[in-house]
Structure formats: C-alpha cells, structure tokens
C-alpha cells in the first residue's frame, strides 16, 4: 500500500535518503526478511503501511517458494542463486515487463502510471473500464448489488472473536513489533492505508467480526507506541476523503496523493494516533463506516451502467 510513496519525497520532508522497498502482495512474515536486513544495516527511519493481513494472519504466498527466496537475505551470496533454480524462472527475468529492467529508486513498484490509473476520478471512470478489467465489471455488476441488498436495514451489530484477536496480537508480535523492541534507535512510523469507504462499511455491516477485529489491531498497537518510544501510529480512517470514490482505482488502492498525505502527516505530526485520543478515533470510524450508503453507491452505478449501455448485473 506504499508503493506509490515517493522515496525522493521521504527525503525532501523527513530527511535522510530514503528507499523504497516496498514488496507488491507482500505480507507482514515476507517483509520481515527484508526488514531484517535493513535494520542490521543500521537505518534510521522505517515507514511502514499495515496492511489488512492481519485479518487472515497469512504466512507467506503460497504462489512463492519461501525454501527459494528466503536464500537472498542470509549471508552467503552463492546460494542466492537457489532463487533462479527453474527454467520458468529464468525465462521470467527477460521478459517484457518482469526481470532485468531498469527500476528506479524512488518507487520501483509504483503502478500509478499504469492504464488502471485511469479509474481515479470518479465511478463514471470505473464503469468506463468495465469492458476491459473483469474485476471492475464483476464488482459493480455483481459484488455490489448484493452487498447493497445484503445490507439494507440491517442493525448493526457488535461482534468479537477473542481467538481471532490473540492470533492477530501474535502476528504483530513476530513479525513486526519484535524488531521495533529489538532495535529501539530506529523510529518505525506505521500507517494504517485509508481504503475505500465501502470496504469498511461492507466489513461492519456483512462481516462485523472484521471490523472489529480491525479496529482492535488499532486499539492494540496504538496501545504498544505508548511503551515503545520508536513507534508511531497513523491513522486516516476519520477523514472524509475516504468516501470518494474518485480517489480509488478500487476499494483498497488509493490516488498518490494520499501518499504524500502520509509524509505530511509523519513530518508534521498530524493523524498521529495516541492512547488519549484512540477511542475518539475508533468511534468516529465506526459512525463514518455504519453511514455510509451502500444502497446509493450500487443505485449510482446501475445508473450509469444503463446510460453506457453495459450489461445489466445478473
């Protein structure tokens, strides 16, 4: 969720030289090898994004070799090559947009610059490239309608699963936390992704034991930033630029300048989230979720799929 962050950017607001590693799918147990490294390189700053992994608790994608890749970041250099092993592999590094290619420092996994881009603007924009990205069509003609008639005078209900929770506690504690405690010089600023509205709502209203397990992540590791002094929480899920749709290509992926939001945020010390000021913030995310409008975000879509002429949802 930081991919599009501008290293460059880091630097200009936050001092140092900064590098942007981010890892596209990659999941809290994966970028700890990498992070690990970083920190034995003795870094200053870490900005790191907390993605909803802890909602499943996942240990490494299962479409990589974890026995492979896990060779680059020992210190024996000759096994590296244990991570090119196959020939789908080898063929993978010429190809066309995969491999050995030029990438930038400054945001080598950035995708803002890609055809999905076109998406930001508006929902007019989405249904526009539904004839060419299913997963967009898919969404508003299937996704959509039935959360909005899955939610209509639904009450909200409160629900919690306490070994959900400890699982996710556990999680941050490997994977994460373990190096803010083990290396107490570097300062670990973590940000919370604003995602789409709809996708806060659609967990409160569908999946409640989501939401509140997310919110509990907030709770707990706002609580560990008032014992560990190198660690800082950022939260923008209060923010009302958060219920626009022109400001995601999808529900979870939001425009760049939302990560130059962050930076700001980190340099100037806003949208920092205390114990102090914690409950406020989770209400304030829970109003904000449980109002938004499902029912008229789907009715808008069906209407503008009708004028475009696409095909209406089955």
Not at 90 to 119: H, T, V
Request: aromatic share 14%.
């Amino acid at each position: 969720m930081l991919a599009n962050t501008s290293a460059n950017e880091a630097n200009e607001k936050l001092g140092g030289t900064f590098f942007n590693i981010s890892m596209r799918g990659g999941d809290f147990y994966e970028r700890s090898f990498p992070l690990k490294k970083a920190l034995d390189k003795n870094i200053h700053k870490v900005i790191y994004s907390l993605d909803r992994y802890y909602l499943l608790c996942s240990k490494g994608d299962p479409s990589f070799s974890t026995a492979r890749w896990v060779f680059l970041y020992d210190e024996n250099p000759f096994n590296d090559l244990l991570c090119y092993a196959s020939i789908r592999d080898i063929r993978s590094m010429f190809a066309k947009n995969f491999g050995l290619r030029a990438r930038s420092l400054d945001r080598p996994e950035d995708w803002f610059q890609s055809p999905d881009s076109a998406r930001f603007g508006g929902l007019s924009k989405w249904v526009d490239a539904m004839s060419t990205h299913s997963s967009v069509s898919n969404f508003l003609l299937n996704e959509l309608p039935a959360v909005a008639a899955q939610t209509e005078q639904r009450p909200l209900t409160v629900a919690h699963d306490p070994q959900r929770e400890r699982l996710a506690r556990e999680y941050l504690d490997a994977y994460l936390l373990k190096y803010v405690r083990d290396y107490p010089q570097t300062e670990f600023y973590c940000v919370f992704p604003p995602y789409f509205r709809y996708t806060y709502a659609q967990w409160l209203k569908t999946q409640p034991q989501e939401f509140f397990l997310h919110q509990e992540v907030i709770r707990y590791m706002t609580e560990k930033s008032e014992t560990l002094s190198n660690l800082h929480i950022y939260g923008f899920e209060d923010q009302d630029f958060l219920d626009d749709i022109a400001n995601y290509k999808d529900t979870t992926h939001y425009h760049p300048w939302v990560n130059s939001l962050m930076l700001d945020a980190i340099h100037e010390g806003t949208h920092l989230l205390t114990p102090e000021n914690m409950e406020r913030y989770l209400r304030d995310c829970l109003e904000k979720a449980w109002n938004f409008d499902i029912g008229a975000l789907n009715a808008q879509a069906r209407r503008l799929v009708r004028e475009r002429g696409a095909p209406p949802s089955h």
